[in-house]
């Protein structure tokens, strides 16, 4: 599992990417700022190791080797075989250093590494943010590199072991002691949703079993709209493990007859109870008839499991007391149901100030979703016309919760609306009409293409 820093600014690298800016824009620009800051801190005329991996932005210092062997004499120590680097843009700048006068070293062995190195400043980006530990030739490298009296300076995220003086961090704040460069990512995109925020999602593990993927509970239904509860489960069951549903005794047959992934009980207190300490995120909402009954189950819940993950929808907008809601919480409300539950017009500019003023998480459904936890707001822009078909807000909701069982809320919903958006406009493309129904058939095809 990546840490919660770095992965913001993995999302926020592909999202740009799919916005335009391209991987070789994105390593140019970071690889100019890393020079930039570096003589800036140090001055030039230096004499300048720099040393990287298969497992690191390799491309990025390997860029960046240019720009400072303008003014510093500059040596490349690359700690692996070249044969080991995937990345297109990786390859393209080591095959400029080598038509260069640079001094390329490569060690792809522990006894190739050097007992000393002669230099001024060390520029390190040898480690991958997912290791646990070190593994050879790295190891003896930063071995190396800490008995260097040399200024050490490291990108994005210290290798382990390795003891920098600087952090240089790009694009994003990693630590709380690092220089962030600017690496030119338009201020907009850092509110946009894009493919990284579902490809980064925590989700299934290989080693895991059944169940520790996501367990859901969705209380939804009633016999006069009971399409729009089976839309939330079927659409969860993608993406989580087990789906509980409790519905309304006059709607048990249809739910257990539209999926047999459901695991199907009445509407209960004693139900409720059971299956909601099994859940790690409670959908609520979907065809669930206003009640005085319901209103007091919604309560209920909602006190008696504070610190579970609640998605709220349709039916629960009418019932909904707001001094339950927490950071835990998220809305899916469109703008008429926005209006009605928070008694203003649905802008964005409320969808903010709302979700600030009831520390939750709202999703304002519409032809561009605005998505906001009360800190910044952040837009979602798939999604077309088609998708004004009943049912696909059910779908939504249920995709979100889903996500949520592993996820943070926020994270979440952005996921879920740049997803089912995404769905929306690959059926658009071939297609002449959606359903709620076709809708749920593409969200994996969807997902595959964010992964991507």
Excluded at 383 to 406: E, Q
Aim: hydrophobic content about 40%; some cysteine; glycine content about 6%.
């Amino acid at each position: 599992m990546l840490p919660e820093n770095v992965k913001y600014a993995k999302i926020l690298e592909a999202n740009a990417a799919y916005y335009g800016l391209s991987r070789l824009q994105l390593v140019e620009s970071a690889a100019r700022a890393i020079a930039e800051q570096l003589e800036r801190d140090f001055g030039s005329g230096k004499k300048i190791a720099i040393f990287c991996s298969p497992e690191s932005k390799a491309a990025n210092l390997f860029a960046a080797a240019r720009y400072l062997a303008r003014n510093n004499k500059v040596s490349l120590h690359f700690v692996g075989k070249i044969e080991q680097i995937k990345s297109a843009e990786a390859l393209r700048n080591f095959i400029i250093l080598k038509n260069s006068f640079i001094e390329i070293n490569c060690y792809g062995d522990s006894k190739e590494i050097p007992e000393k190195i002669n230099t001024e400043i060390i520029l390190e980006c040898l480690g991958d943010e997912r290791s646990e530990k070190l593994r050879e030739p790295i190891k003896s490298a930063v071995k190396l590199l800490n008995k260097t009296d040399a200024a050490k300076v490291s990108i994005d995220v210290p290798c382990i072991g390795f003891k920098a003086d600087k952090i240089y961090s790009l694009a994003t704040k990693k630590f709380e002691k690092c220089t962030v460069l600017d690496i030119g990512i338009p201020k907009e995109f850092y509110f946009f949703t894009g493919p990284g925020n579902v490809k980064f999602l925590n989700l299934r593990r290989r080693e895991s079993h059944k169940g520790e993927n996501g367990i859901v509970l969705i209380i939804a239904g009633s016999k006069q709209y009971h399409g729009a509860a089976i839309f939330s489960g079927r659409a969860a069951s993608l993406f989580a493990d087990l789906v509980f549903f409790l519905t309304e005794k006059e709607n048990i047959q249809y739910v257990k007859n539209a999926s047999p992934e459901f695991i199907v009980s009445e509407l209960s207190k004693k139900n409720v109870e059971k299956f909601g300490a099994l859940a790690e995120a409670i959908l609520i909402g979907p065809g669930l008839l206003r009640s005085e009954k319901n209103k007091k189950m919604l309560e209920f819940i909602m006190k008696r499991f504070r610190n579970k993950k609640f998605v709220l929808d349709a039916g629960a907008f009418h019932m909904l007391n707001k001094k339950l809601l927490n950071e835990n919480c998220l809305l899916t409300p469109h703008k008429g149901e926005f209006k009605h539950l928070f008694r203003c017009m649905a802008t964005p500019a409320k969808v903010l100030e709302m979700a600030k003023k009831h520390k939750c998480n709202i999703l304002l459904k519409g032809p561009v979703d605005y998505i906001s936890d009360g800190k910044a707001l952040y837009c979602n822009f798939t999604g077309n016309a088609l998708m004004t078909a009943g049912g696909t807000g059910d779908v939504l909701a249920g995709v979100a919760a889903a996500f949520s069982t592993k996820n943070p809320m926020l994270e979440s919903a952005l996921a879920a609306a740049f997803l089912v958006g995404l769905a929306g406009d690959l059926i658009e493309k071939t297609e002449a009409g959606l359903n709620a129904s076709r809708l749920i058939e593409e969200l994996p095809k969807a997902k595959k293409l964010c992964e991507k």
